[in-house]
Nanobody, 126 residues
Framework: QVQLVESGGGLVQAGGSLRLSCAAS????????MGWFRQAPGKEREFVAA????????YYADFVKGRFTISRDNAKNTVYLKMNSLKPEDTAVYYC???????????????????WGQGTQVTVSS
């Protein structure tokens, strides 16, 4: 079992930055591929970024490439999402998710993640 708690969301002006954190409980954090997803009002939850167990590889949705950076610190059981050059269309609830795996893989499919946080709201004003 992995419990995830996101933090770091808030209100920011367009062009600004935020760093989201996702703290995981349990001793098996490093056995999980991690991902960030987001859900805007009236829209489906969508993939944002993912990182392998070790943090050695990352992958991004096209709409955040060059602006967002996913990273993790396995010693702190935490995954991060640094968001720069924020746009009003980035407004959403952001969720982190964990996928238990023995492999160093990137997971982009929402349905493959077993564990989810409660989400943190990010609002970007124009």
């Amino acid at each position: 079992q992995v419990q995830l708690v996101e933090s770091g969301g808030g209100l920011v002006q367009a062009g600004g930055s935020l760093r989201l954190s996702c703290a995981a409980s349990g001793r098996t954090f490093s056995s999980n591929a991690m991902g960030w997803f987001r859900q805007a009002p009236g829209k489906e939850r969508e993939f944002v970024a993912a990182i392998t167990r070790s943090g050695g590889s990352t992958y991004y949705a096209d709409f955040v490439k060059g602006r967002f950076t996913i990273s993790r610190d396995n010693a702190k059981n935490t995954v991060y999402l640094k968001m720069n050059s924020l746009k009003p269309e980035d407004t959403a609830v952001y969720y982190c998710a964990a996928h238990s795996t023995a492999y160093y893989i990137i997971v982009t499919q929402l349905e493959k993640y077993s564990y989810w946080g409660q989400g943190t709201q990010v609002t970007v004003s124009s």
